[in-house]
């Protein structure tokens, strides 16, 4: 099971290289934004997508829009894997 904010951002990173073109995982910079990295409006409909699918997560898209680079997707993520973590040992 995924639990650290590092193993999530692999997941996005992996996304991010198997659908925008041209980009390795080692060169992502998670302080971009996936438009700066070349990515566009469907890419990131798509990393964002897988990257939940694989999380097991659903995030709700007014929190998505809110977000401005990576860094902020990977601590949305992060706390939605979290929390249901949490809610899966409390039941």
Do not use: F, W, Y
């Amino acid at each position: 099971m995924i639990s650290t904010r590092e193993e999530v951002l692999a997941v996005v990173r992996r996304h991010l290289a198997d659908t925008v073109e041209g980009i390795e995982g080692k060169e992502i910079d998670p302080s971009k934004s996936m438009k700066e990295l070349g990515a566009n409006s469907l890419d990131i409909v798509e990393v964002v997508s897988c990257s939940m699918r694989e999380l097991k997560v659903k995030v709700p898209r007014d929190q998505l829009n809110k977000l401005t680079n990576i860094n902020e997707l990977v601590d949305l993520l992060h706390l939605s894997v979290t929390e249901k973590a949490a809610a899966a040992a409390a039941s």
